[in-house]
């Protein structure tokens, strides 16, 4: 076997692999001989079949894997004698070959660019800090108390419109048959709360205290009871009660009601809650600090392919209505169907998503280099504890989430790369010269202008919505049991839109 490189530009390389028609023989009669202690055909006893026979119906395929594994091993000695880094998996193709005469092949790859190591010691990097603050927790429980206000009784004989609460008994049939979960009594429903079927809520506007009427609907095409989807149905209610809801108050009362011993367990949670999604926000905004302070270290060479990769991701991120790919008018076959992320961005834009595409590149191969470097490893320990965060993200489905991980090593593979990254920033963070930096809320949630780059792709949630999430999650857990009770009845199960 002779290797001989042909060319060393940038970060490409590429070598010649010959390799002689008699190494290949040599290949191929060592496994026909093998096969003939072993093989079983018809007429001919085990280990005593002719190497003709052999041959003939062998011969191609032993052929065929001897040029595989010659090649293979072609490829790994180029790599290990030139000791290269690959930046990309290798490619190899054959250039010549003809029966009995030597294989000729290419090797082309990327190599690792050499990179300076910052001296971390000298990192100047703040991170943000923010404690909730009492108008947020203000905001919040004003958002909880107007979407736990008490209801009333509707006294007077008035029409229900949207925001009433009424009190149902109703039955669902198809084609005059009632079906199952369609039915139930005293059910408590929200008109304008979109909690049933489209159609469903809209055909009880009107309807008065003691009325029964036909409501008239049909099952979403994508409803998840596959035996109900898209099928017209009659809903018969009759409204028990009318109530309205009454004045909103944040008091003990409204800590109880949901759960917690007084208001100020109530507010204790929410500025809990709070603070948990600043965490998130803040780790977002100090790796980005880090990020940005790696950036100004000395730039290097990103290999090509990767390079190519992430603009498409960042283009497309900018671009999400361009096409999958593009049909160029040219004979050369790499331009047909050349993706086209960036169709019908302008050079701004363009350039926009080339100085983000090379900026991720590059810091993706710093952080690879420091941890390298610096021994810093994803343990077994780290993936499974990853794999448990994940679950738990799916109340009900942990068992099923973690069958997938057990038996998809890619996917626990797309885990350790986070979890190695947030180890090497860690690392950073205790090396460099880190100083505490006071934010506000408007601040840290700010989408960075688009002259930043990295807004563009990948912006971060609004302040008004951030408020509300917490809002929600603090008393999610613990729901005063009425309500929680009458969202989980059967006939919900049938009526309820599909989210």
């Given amino acids: 076997m002779k290797i001989s490189e042909t060319k060393a530009e940038g970060l490409i390389r590429e070598y010649a692999i010959v390799i002689s028609a008699a190494e290949i023989d040599e290949q191929v009669a060592a496994k026909l001989a093998e ?30 894997e001897a040029m595989k594994n010659a090649l293979d ?46 001296d971390l010691a000298k990192l100047d990097i703040e991170r943000p800090t923010l404690e ?34 009424v009190m149902i008994d109703f039955i669902g049939r198809i084609d ?8 139930a009594e005293g059910h408590s429903l929200e008109l304008g709360s979109n909690s049933f079927i489209p159609g469903f809520e809209e055909g009880l506007i009107g309807a008065e205290a003691g009325e029964t009427r036909d409501v008239n609907v049909s099952f979403p095409d994508e409803y998840q009871a596959a035996h109900l989807a898209g099928k017209p149905a009659v809903f018969e209610v009759t409204v028990q009660e009318l109530r309205e809801k009454g004045e909103a108050a944040i008091d003990d009362q409204l800590g109880q009601n949901l759960g917690f011993e007084d208001l100020a367990g109530l507010r204790e949670a929410v500025a809990g809650q709070i603070n948990g ?31 190519a990769s992430e603009y498409e991701n960042v ?14 008018d040219h004979d050369d076959d790499q331009d047909h169907e050349h ?61 099923m989430v973690l069958e ?55 912006k971060k949630p609004a302040k008004k919505a951030a408020k509300k999430a917490a809002a929600k999650s603090a008393t999610a857990k613990k729901a005063a049991p009425k309500k929680a009770a009458a969202k989980k009845g059967a006939a919900k199960k049938a009526a309820k839109k599909k989210s």
């Fill in 176 to 183: 005059g048959e009632a079906f199952e979960g369609g039915a």
């Fill in 404 to 458: 997938y991980f057990q038996k998809n090593e890619q996917a626990m593979q797309q885990l350790a790369g986070p979890i190695f990254e947030d180890k090497t920033v860690d690392f950073i963070l205790e090396m460099a010269n880190v100083t505490e930096v006071q934010t506000d809320v408007e601040t840290l949630y700010a989408a960075p202008e688009a002259g930043e780059g990295e807004a563009a792709a990948k």
């Fill in 35 to 64: 096969l003939a202690t072993t093989v079983n055909m018809p007429g001919f006893r085990p280990g005593k079949v002719p190497m003709s026979v052999v041959k003939s119906r062998f011969g191609p395929q032993v052929q065929g």
């Fill in 277 to 307: 999604q600043h965490a998130t926000a803040l780790r977002q905004a100090l790796k980005k600090n880090v990020l940005d302070a790696l950036a100004t270290g000395e730039e290097f060479d990103v290999p090509p392919s990767l390079y």
């Fill in 339 to 399: 993706p086209a992320a960036d169709e019908g961005m302008d050079d701004d834009a363009k350039a926009e998503a080339k100085t983000v595409a090379e900026r991720r590149v590059r810091l993706g191969l710093l952080l690879t280099e420091i941890g390298r470097v610096n021994n810093i490893e994803v343990t077994d320990e780290d993936t499974r504890q990853a794999v448990f965060e994940e679950a738990r993200r799916y109340p009900g489905q942990e068992q």
């Fill in 73 to 118: 091993e072609g490829a790994r000695e180029a790599i290990e004698t030139n000791e290269l880094r690959l930046a990309s998996q290798p490619s190899v193709e054959i250039t010549s070959y003809e029966d009995g005469k030597d294989l000729e092949a290419a090797l082309s790859c990327e190599i690792m660019p050499s990179i300076t190591m910052p």
């Fill in 315 to 328: 283009a497309r991120a900018m671009n999400p209505d361009a096409p999958a790919a593009h049909d160029h």
């Fill in 132 to 165: 909730a603050g009492d108008e947020e927790v203000d905001e919040a429980l004003t958002n909880i108390a107007d979407s736990n206000r008490p209801t009333v009784e509707v006294t007077d004989k008035r029409a229900a419109k949207a925001g009433d609460v």
